[in-house]
């Protein structure tokens, strides 16, 4: 732990940077990866990244939102009338 305060301290600002681009990017993963197979829920998706971001289970959760999107209308057969 000391090693990240001295890191941080040391006015290193692209590391910083680094990090913190990092860091924003896992936090809005879920909203990256439902671009691509979630598009019809994208915008629920990165509203619930914004809260979710704070909790492990609930950004698991909303990961696998977004990633479950076209997959199920793929496997599921129709139901024809």
Same mark, same amino acid.
């Given at each position: 732990? @000391?090693?990240?305060? %001295?890191?941080?301290?040391? @006015?290193?600002?692209?590391?910083? *940077?680094? =990090? &913190? *681009?990092?860091?924003? %990017?896992?936090?809005?993963?879920?909203? =990256?990866? $439902?671009?691509?197979?979630?598009?019809?829920?994208?915008?629920?998706?990165?509203? /619930?990244?914004?809260? $979710? &971001?704070?909790?492990?289970? *609930?950004?698991? /959760? =909303?990961?696998?939102?977004? #990633? %479950? &999107?076209? #997959? $199920?209308?793929?496997? #599921?057969?129709?139901?024809? $009338?």
């Amino acid at each position: 732990m @000391e090693y990240l305060s %001295t890191l941080f301290a040391s @006015e290193n600002y692209a590391f910083i *940077a680094m =990090v &913190g *681009a990092i860091a924003i %990017t896992l936090w809005f993963l879920p909203a =990256v990866l $439902a671009l691509f197979f979630n598009r019809k829920h994208f915008k629920l998706i990165l509203l /619930a990244c914004i809260p $979710a &971001g704070l909790s492990f289970i *609930a950004w698991g /959760a =909303v990961l696998i939102w977004a #990633v %479950t &999107g076209k #997959v $199920a209308e793929k496997y #599921v057969k129709p139901k024809s $009338a």
